[in-house]
């Protein structure tokens, strides 16, 4: 009988202390998403870089779990932190385009104001927002953060090398390019505070301003989105930390996003916070190979950024809370867009039911090891699919590179077909060997088509030059 009890109370402990963070109804948990810039599959020591040191990133891979097959949904930035922020494909709200890949200073649209972010989804149950760093959903106005759900916006709102005012070759870049030589914006809410941006400092200051606005917040729940706008290129580390990786500057530029990781976790600890917030740290699009060596690795992922091939849309995931979180190291299926789905249902949101959403609630892999249930990915280019992934499977309908790199566009009249598992660096066709899987991943392509409306291009009018 004794014995009894005391099972039952483990067992309740147990579970409490595995399902403190999804339901404390009184107190929901914060959210921080740590969202790094082109940074590849490869490029941290917790993924098998073996020269860039990351040690905050490798203890909090090993404190919470480390996804290895986690996905985002594009292979360039603005659709990418579209379908994070809106957890639906960018081909449904229209963040995407055939005619440009991305917005630009002189983009006249952004986010349509219909979609639902993250942000305004979390206000709903009371959350304090910030939006820290890249936005890249628009610049003007009406497409800033702060109208978006967040009560706050700190940073660049599209990426490091636009406004470029220098003939300066990018591949000098490492050693003669400096901030003035990109005049963009830094800005706190809608206006802008600094230009040039001095973006020696960027990292380090994005760092301050997420752990400032925990601390001022830390008695009501939270969400940080801290977007870092490196190590897209081009690439510039503060004082202390450059010439400090025998990776170059790229090095310099990881190792000083992974001291900020190390801060904002220790001020979790300090704050008495750590239990009770969720942190995410990933990266929106694979590596800029292009630029040789000031680019990024996808380690033994093929190709990279603004490809549908793994290096360009697979990346590097590790979600850690010092309670809730099991410590694993997760290979099932993960996306982006899943946060928006999982974090509302941890802070009791009901998800909007008049769309189609493209996430799943990955609250029971997280807290209890259960598998994903995701099944699959879709991998687009602008609004087109090229590829789809089904359990072990990936078809290539079209294959294409980019930035003269990787070849020409080619439609497939049979899939390529690669078993990731087995062959994660997409080397060995087994199309002829696997007639049915082609079909199986066909018939969920026309599934996912069935009821695809394709959202407006938000992304190709630009101003008149
Ligand atoms: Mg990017």
Avoid at 33 to 47: K, Q, R, S, T, V
Avoid at 350 to 361: E, K
């Amino acid at each position: 009988m004794q014995l009894t009890m005391y099972l039952i109370l483990v067992f309740t402990f147990t579970l409490t202390l595995h399902t403190a963070v999804a339901q404390n109804k009184e107190q929901p948990p914060n959210f921080v998403i740590i969202f790094a810039d082109d940074m590849g599959y490869g490029d941290l020591g917790i993924y098998g870089h073996p020269t860039i040191k990351t040690p905050h990133l490798d203890q909090m891979a090993r404190e919470g779990q480390k996804w290895t097959n986690f996905y985002v949904g594009a292979s360039v930035c603005t659709p990418s932190r579209a379908a994070l922020l809106t957890g639906r494909l960018p081909v449904r709200s229209g963040m995407c385009s055939d005619k440009v890949r991305v917005l630009f200073p002189n983009s006249l649209h952004g986010l349509p104001a219909s979609e639902i972010t993250l942000a305004e989804q979390l206000k709903k149950a009371g959350y304090a927002t910030a939006a820290i760093g890249k936005w890249h959903l628009g610049h003007r106005p009406q497409y800033l953060p702060t109208n978006n759900g967040f009560d706050r916006y700190f940073g660049i709102p599209y990426s490091n090398d636009m406004d470029k005012v220098t003939d300066k070759s990018y591949l000098e870049l490492a050693d003669a390019l400096t901030p003035k030589d990109f005049n963009v914006p830094l800005m706190r809410d809608t206006t802008i505070i600094e230009r040039p941006a001095n973006q020696y400092t960027i990292t380090k200051r994005y760092t301050e301003e997420a752990i400032h606005f925990i601390k001022k917040h830390k008695d009501r729940p939270f969400f940080v989105y801290l977007a870092h706008n490196l190590p897209h290129i081009p690439l510039f580390a503060s004082k202390d930390f450059q010439h400090t990786s025998k990776r170059g500057v790229y090095g310099d530029v990881v190792q000083e996003i992974d001291d900020g990781v190390g801060q904002l976790l220790a001020t979790l600890k300090e704050q008495g916070l750590a239990n009770n917030t969720i942190v995410v740290f990933t990266s929106d699009n694979g590596p800029w190979l292009s630029f040789k060596k000031y680019g990024g690795s996808a380690g033994l992922l093929k190709a990279g950024k603004g490809t549908t091939w793994e290096g360009g849309m697979r990346e590097p995931c590790i979600f850690w809370s010092l309670a809730g979180i099991k410590p694993s190291v997760v290979i099932d299926l993960g996306t982006t867009m899943d946060l928006f789905t999982t974090f509302s249902a941890m802070a009791g949101v009901p998800i909007p039911d008049d769309r189609v959403m493209d996430g799943v609630d990955l609250s029971g892999t997280l807290l209890r090891n259960e598998p994903s249930p995701r099944e699959g990915i879709f991998y687009y280019r602008g609004p087109t699919l090229y590829a789809a992934r089904l359990g072990d499977y990936k078809a290539h309908y079209i294959t294409e590179g980019e930035y003269g790199m990787f070849g020409e566009k080619e439609i497939h009249g049979t899939p390529l077909l690669y078993n990731l598992n087995e062959d994660p660096s997409e080397q060995y066709d087994v199309a002829q060997d696997h007639p049915e899987i082609i079909e199986q991943i066909n018939a969920y392509v026309k599934k996912h088509q069935a009821d695809l409306v394709v959202g407006a291009d938000q992304l190709a009018d630009q101003e008149k030059q």
